[in-house]
């Protein structure tokens, strides 16, 4: 039973690009979260997101930022115009169920750098 | 919104134990976990406590809540230095919105 899948693990890009990141959930999971850590820092909420539907998004920036969970295929953090502020790692996790306690399982995350 | 805060590193010599410890500010916390980033890598979920305990013990690890303190620690018994890593404390309300220390780092010294 493969754990939460993020790719890719390391992803380059130069100012103004658009990056994206995919996050694929364990196996009957259908509650996705994204996490951003910059350096030195603890995780920060940024969205949460079950199929189809975005639930909470009170940690997104306003803009450039958007996320997706479409009914097949994995969830998508996409990020437009990057700047160098936007270089984080960013963390996937996936819990079976909303509930507040359901534990959550995260993914090895992606290393954005922006040149 | 929730605080969480965590001293931010902790030596100890092989074979010891070590001792980390997180205070939170949200008293509704209901699961309070720990865990364990390794560099480069995600976050392993170490173990996790219930708010109406007052401890739980997992083989070497050993987690105490002090409710009335809103004081969490983390207790690793005989630590090796494969317990070398960041210990991340975090801690939840209602749904599943996380919210995490600032990380310990631990460094186990022979």
Redesign the interface.
Known sequence: NAG?M?NPRHLVRRRGQEARLRCSPMKGHS?V?W?RQLP??????MV?LQKENII?ESGMPKERFSAEFPKEGPSILRIQQVVRGDSAAY?CAS?HD????????????TQLSVL | GED?EQSLFLSVREGDSSVINCTYTDSSS??L?W?KQEPG?????LT?I?SNMDMKQDQRLTVLLNKKDKHLSLRIADTQTGDSAIY?C?V????????????TQLKVEL
Do not use: P
Request: cysteine-free.
């Open positions: 939460v993020q509650h979260y996490y030195e820092e603890g995780l920060k909420f949460y909470d963390f819990s909303r509930g507040g306690d359901e534990k959550l399982f995260f993914g090895s995350g | 969480v209901t699961y976990y865990y890598a995600g976050l392993q979920l996790y219930f991340f975090a939840t309300g209602g749904g599943n919105k996380l919210t995490f220390g600032t990380g």
